[in-house]
């Protein structure tokens, strides 16, 4: 599949002279953008082209501009899926760190960070994937490639290969019960909980420091 960047965290898709003036098509990733926000909101069946089209004031024919079909834009959506969780989740398992606290705090930016990991888009991908087995393959694939990069950061910090697979499946399946309950905590309880579930996960807690790096960069992006 053709992996696709990114895209803008907005939700909403207004009518808007430009884009409804003769002759504008949108982008495809303005149309990606709109399945994206249907997907999140009523699941894969509700990503068709007359309603994408209806939500960003543009003529059905304008779809067919930049994609053959519906299945090129649903491959778009994987695509995206693919290159945003399971590429930034990869990556901060191997970003730089001191310590096997650290490491697991780097991790961790993935539950607080839309940008990095989007949960919302998680949900309706699992959920797409009970009923298309071509999505359920690359579901499969994707958390494989997520717990062999946990594993690894286990590795990396002289765990056994037996107990960096076990906690790298403790610490990645717990994260999975969350998305799959939509568990929806406050930012306070969430932080609070952290130095504990770092030491469940590694057997080793983060310093005060550590915390308060961690803590100190979620508060500012937050706002809160």
């Known amino acids: 599949m053709r992996l696709v960047p990114g895209w803008p965290g907005w939700l909403g898709f207004g009518m808007n002279t430009e884009k409804t003036e003769r002759g504008w098509r949108g982008t495809p990733d303005l149309w990606l953008d709109a399945a994206y926000a249907l997907l999140v ?5 509700a990503v ?15 779809f067919y501009w930049h994609f053959p079909d519906r299945e090129a834009l649903l491959a778009g959506l994987v695509d995206r899926w693919q290159a945003k969780n399971t590429g930034n989740l990869v990556a901060r398992c191997e970003a730089p ?3 096997i ?14 940008d990095l990991f989007d949960s919302r888009l998680e949900f309706a991908m699992r959920t797409w994937a009970l009923t298309d087995p071509s999505v359920a393959a690359a579901m499969s694939a994707a958390d494989t490639a997520r717990v062999v990069a946990i ?8 765990y056994s290969e037996t107990e960096a697979d076990t906690r790298a499946r403790t ?3 717990t994260q999975v019960g969350y998305i799959a309950l939509r568990s929806d905590e406050s930012l306070d309880v969430r932080l609070a909980r952290n130095p504990a ?8 807690a983060p310093t005060d420091a550590e915390v308060a790096a ?8 937050s706002g809160g």
């Open 41 to 45: 909101e009523g699941g894969v069946e």
């Open 197 to 204: 579930y770092v030491l469940t996960f590694c057997g080793v």
């Open 214 to 221: 961690f803590t100190a960069r979620h508060r500012v992006r």
């Open 97 to 99: 760190a001191a310590t």
């Open 101 to 114: 606290a650290e490491a697991m705090l780097n991790l961790f930016d993935c539950w607080y960070d839309d």
């Open 151 to 158: 594993t690894a950061l286990f590795r990396r910090f002289g």
């Open 171 to 173: 610490l990645y399946l």
């Open 48 to 62: 068709k082209v007359m309603p994408l089209a209806t939500r960003l004031g543009l003529s059905r024919t304008s």
